[in-house]
């Protein structure tokens, strides 16, 4: 890895976090939960990692078995994370007063 | 595919991940910003698969299977009250499979390392980690698995920072020869106590903090195996999560008026008996009975509702808002009044709530409504207790001084519903329950709201 692309993904990084502060901060109290539960299902991202790990060319070794692990995780972490937020978002419902008790 | 394809499909899912964020920016959007994010993690995980670099699906299908299935499972089962503790387990699945993957790629790797990539590599262990650990003992102590009070020893601070200096001491040697497998592990095991450690010391009542400052770790995590593998949707994604909790970590600090120093370090709720028991108001606290109550909600005009853990505790959520919509029906203006800190994790109080079916509009943060508890008749505190101590105004000595907390006490009558005569989580007398227009109705909060609305219909 070059010095060049170091620089590139420190500069990704940065801003993305600049970026993602902006946004998040528009996110109300109300939705803090889902918030967590949305920003935890998307740190199952790290899923990425652990389908090339657990496909590697030379498959059933250390690092195969280790990527497996790394698979299953994130696979409770993406999966859960994003059904359970969906399932509270849903909840959230605004109703014309006075229609039903 | 190209790699050159993949990096651009992993672009796309970027800003799927941006535009599902954004779009929680409103209890309207929200649904539709899950779906975006979700279709941006789907593409991103296609992509990965048609990867050449990935020749076996075997062991990446039944991967999937068991997560997915474990995962789902738990999201279709769990209880909304318990919701902090579901969100401290998938943190952790989050930070355990960061760890995985750089331990896969370090072990995977052959043809020596740069430092960069090492340094990142070993970042991700450790965090990675300790988030994994961390983030069971929060839910240890979230579900009482694991003593809520802190959990401390003398010397607690030097060990753990002995613990670090450690690793890092470990760290050094790997950086030194990558083969030494003895220092590799030892960093893992380290990482995986570090967690154990850090977390215990802290109450069961500061884990809204903990959870979410685990939340932006397990980003950090994700973000450090981002620049080991060179992989920027890790990168970007990893610092989304990272914001994103910090920005709650500091909205729960600053919601308690304490620094995150004093949370991680100050064993907060940690009982001094000799101070609670000297300290404590003068005057009796006044037990009503479920007659009376519904007599001063009948005749009041405006209702505040102020909830907090207790209500959850006792899953009261849906007695309390048939209660709220008969008041309404009756004419009251019912609002909802929810502190920052209330209940277990940001935002848990709102999300009980709207599983009650309460409309989101319904719901106030504490500065909108603030000033209103002056103009109304009634306010009906439901098993919250730090968040509405006038003690957080007016008494220096108060360990909780400081904190920004509702006006309950200004409103004509405030009806107190609590388990018992004790004092709360961190042992802090709360001078509401003595005031004069305080009327406590003691008892658990489900079968007591359930009596008063009983009443109210006779």
Redesign the interface.
Known sequence: ?DTG??IV?LT???L??F???E???????????????????????????????????E??N??????????????????????????????????T??KK? | MSIHVINLIYLIA?SL??L???N?????T??L???L??S??AV??AA??A?P????????I???A???A???Y???K?E?TA?PE??AL??G??G???A??A???F??TTTGF?S??LITLLLSIIIGGLTFTGSLIAFGKLQGIVSTRPITYPGQQVVNAGIVALTLLLAWLVFQDPANAFAFFGIVVLALGLGVLAVIPIGGADMPVI??LL?SY??L???M???A????????????????????TK?MCDAMNRSLANVLFGAFGKVDDSVAASEGPTGTMKGFEVDEVAMVLESASSLIIVPGYGMAAAQAQHVTR?LG??L??EGLEVRYA?H?VAGR????M??LL??A?V???Q?F?MEDINDDFANTDVVLVIGANDVVNPAAKTNPGSPIYGMPVLDVEKARTVIVLKRSMNVGFAGIENELFYMDNTMMLFGDAKSSLQKVLSALKE
């Open positions: 890895m692309t170091i993904g990704i990084f940065v993305a976090c970026a993602g502060a946004l998040i901060s528009r996110v109300p109290q109300t939705l803090h939960t889902p918030l967590m539960s949305a920003s935890n299902a998307i740190s199952g991202i790290a899923i990425l990692g652990a389908l090339l790990a657990a496909g590697s060319p498959s059933f250390s690092v195969s078995l280790i990527g497996f692990l790394a698979v299953i995780f994130a696979s409770i972490n993406v999966v859960g994370g994003y059904m359970v937020t969906d399932r509270m978002l849903q909840m959230f419902k605004k109703k007063r006075k008790g | 970027a991940f941006m599902g964020i954004k929680l920016s409103s209890p309207a929200a649904k910003g899950n779906k994010s979700m941006g993690m991103a995980i990965t698969l990867s670099d990935i020749s076996g699906f075997t062991l990446i039944i991967g999937i068991i997560g997915a474990i995962g789902g738990a999201a279709i769990v909304m919701m579901m969100v998938f943190n699945c989050g355990a499979a960061s995985l993957v331990v896969a790629e072990q995977g740069e960069f990539t959870v979410s939340n397990s980003g995590a994700v973000s195996t981002g620049f593998l060179n992989n920027n949707a890790l990168i970007i994604v990893g610092s989304l999560v990272g914001a994103s909790g910090l920005f709650l909205i048939e919509d008969y309404s029906e929810i920052s994790m940001p935002g848990h709102n999300v709207a599983e079916d409309s989101y509009d719901l943060a």
